[in-house]
């Protein structure tokens, strides 16, 4: 130990960051690692959306114009899992980071040095992972989804590719244990579990998702692992395993999965729609218990991803219906936002516009997930573009929109200073114009047949793509608006008050803006504030 | 929930996890190119974990002389609890991948290839002969024949062994609480001893299975399951012998007081879920 043990409680009520590059790699501070969460997960958003625009530049044209088929597998692999990892997990985790303390009146996350190592493992994941594109064999191109045997047909990227998926699953497992030890034990006398904002509920289910599932991909891609270098026969038929098998595996992750990218997406839209509305969350008990239905709900649908794989019928019935049923606790979420904002006073700040979009534009790809969720349908939707259109609109509307709204509802809470309006209401404004210039006619793409993971296609797809293309093209710059709104931002700008909204709930807006360094140094009381409410 | 405290307490900054973080760097490459064909990767693994273990003392070290000198809370202790849970629950959802794979393997792929529910086809003209018993190593006879280790021999004196060494460390706990420390030093040695005899059974067990039996890793689906399975449990006795063995050593040096022991605790509830997980092999890797 070459650090002096800070003794009594007045030294650490003082103790601001340490100076330099030291305050960044030693962070313990909360709101200090959710900056550096959220600023990789920007980085990994551009450099992710760089590969999207790869691919999309490869299909605006029927034909192979600008990179070998080999290259654009490559891309597709690649663009998935850093966005799936790199993006958008990091990016919630930022925000949980940043906002859980702040929100249930604790000083800082339950494990802090924890909370800097979960952070720090993710840059050596992401670089293990690019650096493959300059390897014999370059990158993995077998799909994000890893399914052998073609993965194990990956070159010298291989073993790193499942090293850095299960550096990947360390961190996002560590950082899931972070806040539900937080959320649990840090809370403010009074603070019961049904008065929690909806953002700390849906991190909460989120983390019990994270690490329910994620030793499961590590199992997953570990048993890869050992099938190409230790002889194992888990996903070969020869020695009695099952490729099969792999995919069951995976999804049995992948499912839980696609709720940890949107319910804390749901949590954010769920603080912000009633701010703008100025009237508090309609049916808030109905939400926790949706969310909770939903977490449960995915851990028995997997195998609605893999219908085309021969399984039994009754198999194919059983996760139909489950699928289906999960319509009935989101249809309750989507319900409820609206009814907050029936009769509500409401304006159209950027936070609400893109919470808006969010509402309308996750509901389409909602839908679209119930299309795909009717077997006998499947059979025809299957590895289409119908699919590609279905989770990007709940991606990217869904999961993106919404940090980007939370980016907006709480920067001025970051930094004391408010952001430029207009450019935040151009950037909305693009970005949902393009966002569905790219992915709705990919619906019509796949409903005709266009196969995904192709980078050539026939000439009777060629409209739909060049305007897809045209539209990831426009998405892509317009998320440059994005980052001059940040940066002006954190520079300078109107000061913010410490409530910023009109009417904002929640306890964050009880704390100065920006921030103090360590949240809440002793407990707020709860029944105090109630009081004089 | 404690909440009685005034003030919060936040720890200071600590350069332990970069550390950790480089040893992961350090490991995760070295394996890969090790794994790749270039003989050097090796011993850049090596410099990795023993980073990683060098962090492991520091970082500990380092909690261990702040609980020493009473920094910590009742909230802290909690965390530390809530933490310790968690992270046991996250390795019971590791070991159920692999159990999935067993159960999916001995109930459907091997009855599948064998031509049951709609795949008749499937054996008739890719496996032709191929039927589905238990244990197997395909229908390809991957690592040639094999027998498999009967559940009453050496399996059976393991299971003692640890259902005995979690009799033991209960012993321990109970002398902890009460205060009576030779008691707790006796039977805390006598469970690592026993965790420490377990390693080497199935070390002599893995040298059979390879050199007596031609049950190898590459023995099909049986192979495949059997060691990763143990394998990856024993890895956990191993490390769970090992903390008992540095919990043995804080019990020496009068770390842990009736009130105050949850560094005992953890590693105690660790050894009974590595306790747990290998009942769970008995029955279905071994003995059904």
């Known amino acids: ?533 | 929930m404690a909440h009685a405290q005034d003030h919060y307490y936040v720890p200071h900054d600590s350069h332990w996890p970069i550390v950790g973080t480089v040893g992961l760097l350090f490991m995760m490459i070295g394996v890969s190119i090790w794994l790749n064909g270039s003989a050097p990767g090796f011993w850049i693994m090596l410099a990795g974990i023993g980073v990683l273990v060098f962090m492991m003392i520091g970082w500990f070290g380092n909690v261990i002389s702040e609980n020493q000198q009473g920094l910590y809370s009742d909230q802290v202790d909690v965390s530390f609890r809530m933490g310790m849970f968690w992270f046991i629950f996250s390795e019971v959802m590791f070991f159920a991948a692999f159990f999935g794979v067993l159960f999916y393997a001995r109930n459907m792929s091997i009855p599948w290839l064998g031509g049951e529910s709609n795949n008749f086809f499937t054996n008739l003209l890719l496996w032709p002969g191929f039927e589905s018993t238990w244990p197997t190593n395909g229908p390809a006879d991957m690592g040639g024949d094999f027998e498999s280790i009967p559940a009453l021999g050496l399996p059976l004196i393991n299971t003692i062994l640890l259902l005995s060494s979690s009799v033991t460390i209960t012993i321990a706990h109970h002398a902890l609480i009460a205060g009576h420390r030779g008691t707790l030093n006796a039977f805390l040695a006598l469970t690592f001893i026993l965790g420490f005899i377990f390693i080497g059974v199935q070390g002599y067990e893995y040298v059979h299975a390879y050199r007596d039996l031609n049950l190898t890793l590459a023995s099909g689906i049986f192979g495949s399951t059997f060691f990763m399975l143990t394998g990856f449990h024993g890895l956990h006795v191993t490390i769970g012998a090992i903390m008992l063995f540095i919990i043995w050593l804080r019990v020496l040096k009068g770390h842990f007081t009736p009130t105050n022991h949850f560094g005992f605790e953890a590693v105690a509830w660790y050894w009974h879920f590595v306790d747990v997980v290998w009942v769970g092999l008995y029955i279905f890797v071994y003995w059904l």
Not at chain 1, 135 to 143: E, V
Not at chain 1, 353 to 368: D, K, N, R
Request: aromatic share 16%; net charge neutral; hydrophobic share 55%.
């Open chain 1, 1 to 533: 130990m070459t650090t002096a043990v800070a003794g009594g409680h007045e030294a650490h009520d003082d103790h601001g960051p340490a100076k330099g590059l030291k305050r960044w790699l030693y962070a313990t501070n909360h709101k200090d690692i959710g900056t550096m969460y959220l600023i990789f997960s920007l980085l990994m958003f551009f450099v992710g959306g760089a590969m999207a625009l790869v691919v999309r530049s490869e299909l605006m044209q029927p034909g192979l114009q600008f990179v070998h088929p080999e290259f654009f597998n490559q891309m597709t692999t690649m663009h998935a899992l850093i966005m799936v990892f790199g993006a958008v997990m990091p990016a919630f985790v930022g925000l949980a980071n940043w906002m859980i303390p702040m929100m249930i009146g604790a000083p800082d996350m339950a494990l802090p040095r924890m909370n800097n190592w979960s952070f720090w493992i993710l840059p050596v994941a992401f670089g293990l992972l690019l650096s493959t594109l300059f390897m014999p064999g370059g990158a993995p191109a077998g799909g994000w989804t890893m399914y052998p045997p073609l993965i194990l047909q990956t070159g010298d990227a291989f073993p790193f590719l499942i090293f850095s998926v299960h550096l990947m699953g360390l961190s996002s497992i560590m950082g899931a244990i972070n806040v539900i030890v937080t959320i649990l034990n840090m809370r403010a006398p009074g603070m019961t579990l049904l008065k929690m904002p909806m953002f700390v509920w849906t991190w909460l289910i989120t983390a019990y998702l994270l690490i329910a599932v994620m030793p499961v991909l590590a199992g997953a891609v570990t048993m890869l692992l050992t099938d190409q270098f230790f002889g194992t026969s888990f996903f070969l038929a020869a020695g009695g395993g099952d490729p099969v098998l792999f995919q069951h595996i995976f999804w049995f992750f992948g499912h839980p999965e696609v709720y940890i990218m949107i319910l804390p997406a749901f949590g954010v839209v769920s603080e912000i729609i009633p701010t703008f509305s100025r009237k508090p969350l309609f049916g808030y008990d109905s939400m926790v218990y949706a969310a909770s239905s939903i977490a449960f709900l995915s851990f028995i649908v997997w195998a609605h991803h893999m219908f085309t794989v021969g399984m039994p019928l009754s198999g194919q019935l059983f996760f139909m219906f489950a699928t289906m049923l999960i319509a009935v606790p989101t249809g309750v979420k989507v319900f409820n936002w609206i009814a907050t904002m029936w009769r509500g006073a409401m304006t159209f700040e950027t936070p609400m516009l893109f919470a808006l979009a969010f509402v309308f534009l996750f509901t389409i790809g909602g839908f679209s997930g119930l299309m795909l969720a009717i077997a006998p349908a499947d059979v025809q939707y299957h590895d289409t573009y119908f699919v590609v259109a279905h989770f990007h609109y709940v991606l990217v509307p869904g999961s993106i929109f919404a940090i980007m709204a939370a980016g907006y509802y709480w920067l001025p809470k970051w930094t004391g200073n408010m952001y430029n309006e207009t450019l935040g209401k151009w950037h909305f404004w693009l970005s949902t114009i393009f966002v569905n210039l790219t992915f709705f006619p990919m619906h019509f793409l796949g409903l005709a047949g266009m196969p995904r993971r192709i980078p050539d296609y026939g000439t009777q797809f060629a409209d739909f793509n060049f305007w897809a293309s045209i539209g990831a093209m426009g998405f892509g710059f317009s998320q440059i608006l994005f980052v001059i709104v940040v940066w002006q931002c954190v520079r300078g700008g109107e000061k913010a008050t410490d409530k910023v909204w009109e009417r904002p709930i929640g306890l964050e807006w009880t704390l100065p803006s920006p921030a103090p360094y360590h949240s809440f140094t002793t407990p707020p009381n709860l029944e105090a504030k109630e009081a004089k409410a």
